[in-house]
């Protein structure tokens, strides 16, 4: 599924971390009262209405040279770049600026569409504050307090009027596949060595593939589709630190696939960005498989492998059901192990397990293991059901949800992975209060 994706733009201290965190519901987004406090893209995913889409923090720009202007400046071209709709904040308290103007133009190149709110407005007495932004020529002001949440629901319903119309175009049939993974650890390189061809551009320079591309092909007779997420190149420059390339367009990548390949260069070992890559496809209920590429580099002994092995389950605790799969890209060393692998995990994702051998095995795991008392209470769970795959799901009717502590939900977890084969992907566990009949 391809999300929308909406840029929160604006100079500093108008407001917009704030709206972005009344938008998302929740405190993501450092809101200080000091100009330049958010330097990254900030991103979310959000839903509105029947509409689900991706919402982008930015930095404030400035005219004037401030500390860190290139940096976020860069940022927010990007953040533009990226986004279907702007959403353009200013600030009725501190009223229109030549900060403003020099953004508006900005905006208006961009030929992006774009929502112009007017925040803090607290209340009706100053509703008048907003006619002086129609001089910025980027349309209709809204008024708005991202403090109150006034008038948040009208920017939401203005930015999802505005997303362009979807791309009825027919999906490609087949498993897709995103092959993940911080610049430079060879994604293109994978991609061209299980095509068997150059079909993706591969490059020592970071940020070489500028877009997502899916590629279909054939193995064995099935269809699947490989998606090579981009890094950024921008006008020759790359315009980003390493670890920030193209977050949304691996996260749309995740997003719309059915399996991920998660890359670690053997080479350079865990870095901490790989954490946050993967943490993505784990969130979104993907199927994962981590590839640890250029094993060919390595100086090895009979230990090295293993040593990798607990290296990586350490670094990914939460990754302790993917399958960990070592390749060279370069010289296509077990190359040929990755799709058989893939139909494995996605077979395991959509399995769907039968409500009373579901049933037996939770019994007797409460049987022989029962959930530790809290507060003179004892969690009792009277029935378990499978309601989706991929990822598999299950809802738990219990007695009180509230005594449902994570440690023991780990347990069932485990047991479930122990009577069936849920290896590469993640399970979600779902608890209910039981409805007295």
Known sequence: MNHGVIAIV????????????????????????VPGVTRDRLYSRCHWVNQEFY?????????????????????????????????????????????????????QR??????????????DTKLSLIYEFYALGVGDPIACSGV??????????????????????????????????????????????????????????????????????????SNYVLVDTAGIRKKGKVYENVEKYSVLRALSAISRSDVCLFLIDADKGIREQDKHVAGYAHEEGKPLIIVVNKWDLIEKDEKTMNEFIDKVRSEFVYL???????????????????IPEVNRVYENASRRIPTNVLNEVVADTQLVNPAPARNGKRLRIYYATQVSANP???????????????????????????????????????????VSE
């Open 10 to 33: 604006g100079r500093p201290n108008v407001g917009k971390s704030t709206i972005f965190n009344r938008m998302i519901g929740e405190r993501r987004s450092i809101v200080e009262d």
């Open 55 to 107: 919402l982008i923090d930015t930095g404030g720009i400035q005219i004037e040279n401030q500390p860190f202007q290139t940096e976020i400046r860069a940022q927010v071209e990007i953040a533009i770049e990226e986004a279907d709709v702007i959403l353009f904040v200013v600030s009725a308290k501190s009223g229109l600026s030549d900060d403003d103007k020099y953004i508006a133009s900005m905006l």
């Open 110 to 123: 961009s030929k992006k569409p774009i929502v112009l709110a007017v925040n803090m407005v607290d209340d």
């Open 148 to 221: 109150h949440g006034i008038g948040i629901g009208d920017l939401l319903d203005a930015c999802v009027a505005a997303f362009p119309e979807k791309d009825n175009a027919e999906e490609l049939e087949g498993i897709h596949i995103a092959v993940i993974g911080e610049p430079n650890v060879g994604k293109s390189s994978l991609v061209n060595a299980i095509l068997n061809e150059d079909r993706a551009i591969v490059s020592d320079i970071q940020g070489t593939t500028r877009d997502a591309v899916d590629i279909p092909f054939t193995y064995n007779g």
């Open 320 to 338: 302790a059901y993917a399958p960990i799969l070592f390749v060279s890209a370069k010289t296509k060393q077990r190359v040929n192990t990755i």
């Open 392 to 434: 598999p799901t299950f809802v738990f009717s219990v007695n009180d949800p509230k005594l449902m502590h994570f440690s023991y939900e780990r347990f069932l977890e485990n047991q479930l992975r122990q009577a069936f084969d849920f290896e590469g992907t993640p399970i979600h566990i779902v608890t209910r209060k039981r």
